[in-house]
């Protein structure tokens, strides 16, 4: 067990003008188990690292203390573990076993007992393949299973989790915290979670903390002493208070085909079945197709295919008016036709500002100035990212890098739009204007395809879903 806290802590990333999080003060005791909850943007994820030792001189600058059990957290980091919002960070091997006796290994832990904890481990949290399944062939969930694995065999005096269950289906999520479950009660480890959708871990919690911008406390307590008294002020905030209803938005009716999946098929080197296996679909003007699944389906991989991004073993992906298949035509001509947004949002930046992040795709197609500004400047305003236009997009929190990756792909205006889990690491509010902005754009006539595990999002602006299962159509079915 380990008790953390702040002394009158402040940290500001390197190119920063405003703080990340500003003289915050807060102890947790040893053995407590606390969910950290707050809008996006709130400074979650630097604390956890703060207390992870991450926070390097290199990438920013701070005053005051963090302090583990009264020393320095930059000393102890060999007793603290965490699971990063994107997990594909922290995956370092080939191999998954691999991966997950690699923190071991590093431990110095005897021989002898790495191999049995990589497999009590990998099956505390339903890792699906064996030891030897390639690291490179993982879906986003299933890396986060493998990197929860990793930190949960090296059985640390302190768990960090930021957004654990982000990444997977309702069942996986469902599992992972069982499997937490499990963990916990064979630990004293003390836990910090971060966690925006606050329902279904509240009773891994003893403690939940509030906070607001800056990293200020907002509330401290029980969780049912926190809601009480505090919950109409949260969600204000941004919080997912447990049992507010998310909005809906019913589509018109559908217009022409804009973009068709014939047969759609990948095989990954080395990898034990097919990512996706004759997949076929179509989307048409001015609806949404939602595509869902269990992690691991093929989801994100349809994605890649059907945007252009990843040359399919078999099949084609196909736009009306190209005589190309859209893996074969110039990015730049790709670009216009058809928008991405990648499962982990720091895959697709390619500038130092935020603003220049904007511009980029209206930039290659060759748009006016006065229209590029125009564009940028509405984008900035209606995704609330206009308080870091000059900020660089890799020191973004993980709610503002994904509004940022959405913001982007919109930028150009494509005919159709690519989204991959578009709401993961959102805050209520942020998450309700991702949801009406998805919806002006989808009524506008651009044709959407979202995989997606969250099903209010899927609920309030989907007509049609396609269910994938061990990388075929499992089931396609409207829900108007």
Same mark, same amino acid.
């Given at each position: 067990?380990?008790?953390?806290?702040?002394?009158?802590?402040?940290?500001?990333?390197?190119?920063?003008?405003?703080?990340?999080?500003?003289?915050?003060?807060?102890?947790?005791?040893?053995?407590?188990?606390?969910?950290?909850?707050?809008?996006?943007?709130?400074?979650?994820?630097?604390?956890?690292?703060?207390?992870?030792?991450?926070?390097?001189?290199?990438?920013?600058?701070?005053?005051?203390?963090?302090?583990?059990?009264?020393?320095?957290?930059?000393?102890?980091?060999?007793?603290?573990?965490?699971?990063?919002?994107?997990?594909?960070?922290?995956?370092?091997?080939?191999?998954?076993?691999?991966?997950?006796?690699?923190?071991?290994?590093?431990?110095?832990?005897?021989?002898?007992?790495?191999?049995?904890?990589?497999?009590?481990?990998?099956?505390?949290?339903?890792? %699906?393949?064996?030891?030897?399944? @390639?690291?490179? /062939?993982? #879906?986003?969930? &299933?890396?986060? =299973?493998? $990197? !929860? +694995?990793?930190?949960?065999?090296?059985?640390?005096?302190?768990?960090?989790?930021?957004? %654990?269950?982000?990444?997977?289906? @309702?069942?996986? /999520?469902? #599992?992972?915290? &069982?499997?937490? =479950?499990? $963990? !916990? +009660?064979?630990?004293?480890?003390?836990?910090?979670?971060?966690?925006?959708?606050?329902?279904?871990?509240?009773?891994?919690?003893?403690?939940?903390?509030?906070?607001?911008?800056?990293?200020?406390?907002? $509330?401290?307590?029980?969780?049912?002493?926190?809601?009480?008294?505090?919950?109409?002020?949260?969600?204000?905030?941004?919080?997912?208070?447990?049992?507010?209803?998310?909005?809906?938005?019913?589509?018109?009716?559908?217009?022409?085909?804009?973009?068709?999946?014939?047969?759609?098929?990948?095989?990954?080197?080395?990898?034990?079945?097919?990512?996706?296996?004759?997949?076929?679909?179509?989307?048409?003007?001015?609806?949404?197709?939602?595509?869902?699944?269990?992690?691991?389906?093929?989801?994100?991989?349809?994605?890649?295919?059907?945007?252009?991004?990843?040359?399919?073993?078999?099949?084609?992906?196909?736009?009306?008016?190209?005589?190309?298949?859209?893996?074969?035509?110039?990015?730049?001509?790709?670009?216009?036709?058809?928008?991405?947004?990648?499962?982990?949002?720091?895959?697709?930046?390619?500038?130092?500002?935020?603003?220049?992040?904007?511009?980029?795709?209206?930039?290659?197609?060759?748009?006016?100035?006065?229209?590029?500004?125009?564009?940028?400047?509405?984008?900035?305003?209606?995704?609330?990212?206009?308080?870091?236009?000059?900020?660089?997009?890799?020191?973004?929190?993980?709610?503002?890098?994904?509004?940022?990756?959405?913001?982007?792909?919109?930028?150009?205006?494509?005919?159709?739009?690519?989204?991959?889990?578009?709401?993961?690491?959102?805050?209520?509010?942020?998450?309700?204007?991702?949801?009406?902005?998805?919806?002006?754009?989808?009524?506008?006539?651009?044709?959407?395809?979202?995989?997606?595990?969250?099903?209010?999002?899927?609920?309030?602006?989907?007509?049609?879903?396609?269910?994938?299962?061990?990388?075929?159509?499992?089931?396609?079915?409207?829900?108007?």
């Amino acid at each position: 067990m380990l008790s953390a806290e702040f002394r009158g802590f402040t940290w500001r990333h390197a190119g920063r003008r405003a703080p990340a999080v500003a003289d915050v003060d807060l102890r947790i005791e040893a053995g407590e188990r606390v969910l950290l909850l707050g809008p996006s943007g709130s400074g979650k994820s630097t604390l956890l690292a703060a207390l992870a030792g991450l926070l390097t001189t290199d990438s920013g600058d701070h005053d005051g203390e963090v302090l583990l059990d009264g020393k320095e957290a930059a000393g102890q980091r060999g007793r603290v573990g965490i699971l990063f919002q994107d997990p594909e960070t922290q995956l370092v091997m080939a191999r998954s076993g691999d991966d997950v006796a690699f923190g071991l290994e590093n431990q110095a832990v005897a021989p002898d007992e790495i191999w049995p904890r990589v497999h009590e481990s990998l099956e505390m949290v339903g890792f %699906p393949y064996t030891t030897g399944h @390639p690291t490179h /062939a993982l #879906s986003g969930g &299933e890396q986060q =299973r493998l $990197a !929860l +694995a990793g930190v949960l065999a090296r059985r640390p005096d302190l768990i960090l989790l930021d957004e %654990p269950t982000a990444n997977l289906d @309702p069942e996986g /999520a469902d #599992s992972i915290r &069982e499997a937490l =479950r499990t $963990a !916990l +009660a064979d630990t004293a480890a003390t836990l910090i979670v971060v966690e925006h959708r606050v329902a279904d871990i509240l009773n891994l919690v003893d403690r939940v903390i509030a906070l607001g911008p800056g990293g200020a406390v907002l $509330a401290d307590g029980p969780a049912e002493a926190v809601f009480a008294e505090h919950g109409d002020m949260l969600a204000e905030q941004g919080v997912w208070v447990p049992g507010a209803e998310p909005p809906s938005h019913p589509d018109a009716n559908p217009g022409e085909t804009r973009l068709r999946g014939e047969a759609l098929t990948l095989v990954h080197s080395g990898a034990e079945r097919p990512a996706l296996d004759g997949v076929d679909f179509d989307l048409r003007a001015g609806e949404l197709l939602a595509v869902t699944g269990p992690n691991g389906s093929g989801k994100s991989t349809l994605a890649l295919l059907a945007g252009g991004l990843v040359r399919p073993t078999r099949g084609t992906a196909t736009v009306p008016g190209e005589s190309w298949p859209l893996h074969r035509l110039p990015a730049r001509r790709l670009a216009t036709r058809v928008g991405t947004v990648f499962q982990d949002p720091e895959h697709q930046f390619v500038t130092g500002t935020v603003r220049d992040e904007l511009a980029f795709a209206p930039h290659a197609a060759k748009w006016s100035r006065r229209r590029i500004d125009a564009r940028v400047s509405e984008l900035l305003e209606r995704l609330r990212l206009a308080h870091l236009t000059e900020a660089n997009p890799h020191t973004l929190s993980g709610g503002e890098a994904r509004r940022l990756s959405v913001a982007s792909a919109l930028a150009a205006a494509p005919e159709v739009l690519l989204l991959d889990e578009p709401t993961f690491g959102q805050d209520r509010r942020t998450w309700g204007e991702l949801v009406d902005l998805t919806a002006s754009i989808r009524d506008e006539g651009t044709a959407l395809l979202a995989v997606t595990h969250d099903r209010d999002f899927a609920a309030a602006l989907a007509s049609r879903e396609l269910v994938l299962r061990a990388g075929r159509t499992h089931a396609e079915a409207n829900r108007c």
